[in-house]
């Protein structure tokens, strides 16, 4: 008898195993771009649409001159409120007897050893599309640099510097094939060593450097190709896991008279650009999709920019 999904797939064990696997795959997670923690899974089981993210705005004022006549004035603190949309997703895949019949291969393992691969592919296209929409904010626009020039040391610099004294705080950049191919012509790519000592980590002035098609690649006015490159500070995106009741995040069933197995995998999490407020304005349905994460309608910075530790370089090529 052959092999079925529910002979592989234990729900209770394979949910918790999919969500490690994926940041394990996740070359975000592996650049420290993205940041889970304890205090973020508990925000994203804690009900709602909109997480709510309460925080203590920096103090500010001149300091005084003591004087022995003239009291301190006393000053106050205020707080500000960050909030992240909860994001909703599923995936179901089906297995029919045939196929373990004629492939001589065993599916539904095939299926099983990949979940987590699929989920950290749609986890940094959903993040890409949520980049497309907060950087095209009126309230990001200091967090842009929009050059006319390619992409070459002298302006990659000036885009770190719109940060100013904060621009050490970034440490990693997600750039288009094509932006890296030309980092490579210029000879500007090097290579940091991974855990078997293999040169194979590209890096840019210390940056390590992460390429995805995903990335806006657009037409302007002068008929001119301008790509975006994103560069980032540790734990700029914060990540919760939330907890979908076992028996539903993952389930397997089973059609007897279509001879089909099937596995279903739900996932609710956050993931969310820290100081950019998640308004929601725009979003029909019981969670965003992606094209709703895309408008810009929908975020509003409330850090200060240079706490915000992600920047836009929008930046042609060097022919």
């Not at 804690?46 to 022995?68: A, K, T, Y």
Request: avoid cysteine; charged fraction near 25%; glycine fraction near 8%.
């Amino acid at each position: 008898m052959p092999t079925r999904i529910s002979d592989v797939i234990v729900p209770e064990v394979f949910n918790d195993y999919v969500i490690q696997e994926t940041a394990q795959l996740s070359a975000l997670s592996q650049s420290g771009i993205i940041s889970n923690n304890p205090e973020l899974d508990a925000l994203a089981t804690s009900g709602g649409r909109l997480i709510n993210m309460p925080f203590w705005e920096d103090l500010d004022g001149d300091d005084e001159v003591l004087s022995d006549e003239d009291p301190l004035t006393p000053g106050k603190i205020t707080s500000g409120r960050d909030a992240a949309g909860l994001l909703l997703r599923g995936k179901a895949w089906g297995v029919n007897d045939l196929a373990y019949v004629l492939s001589g291969d065993d599916p539904a393992g095939a299926i099983a050893s990949l979940v987590g691969n699929y989920w950290a592919r749609r986890r940094q296209k959903t993040l890409i599309s949520l980049l497309k929409g907060v950087f095209n904010a009126e309230s990001m626009q200091s967090n842009v640099l929009d050059s006319d020039n390619g992409f070459n040391a002298e302006s990659f610099i000036d885009a770190v510097h719109t940060l100013g004294d904060a621009e050490q705080r970034l440490t990693a950049m997600a750039v288009h094939s094509n932006t890296y191919a030309s980092m490579k012509k210029q000879d500007l790519i090097e290579f940091a060593r991974d855990s078997q000592g293999n040169p194979t980590i590209p890096t840019y002035i210390g940056r390590r450097v992460i390429v995805d098609d995903g990335l806006p690649r657009e037409t302007d006015r002068d008929e001119d190709t301008k790509y975006t490159t994103y560069i980032f500070g540790q734990g700029a995106i914060g990540l919760g896991n939330g907890r979908l009741n076992p028996e539903y995040a993952t389930e397997v069933d089973r059609d007897s008279l279509q001879g089909e197995d099937y596995l279903i995998n739900r996932q609710s999490f956050i993931l969310h650009p820290r100081g950019v407020r998640f308004t929601a304005s725009e979003v029909d349905g019981e969670a965003p999709t992606n094209s709703e994460l895309e408008d810009p309608e929908n975020w509003r910075r409330v850090y200060e920019p240079k706490n915000v530790r992600i920047v836009a370089f929008k930046h042609t090529l060097e022919v």
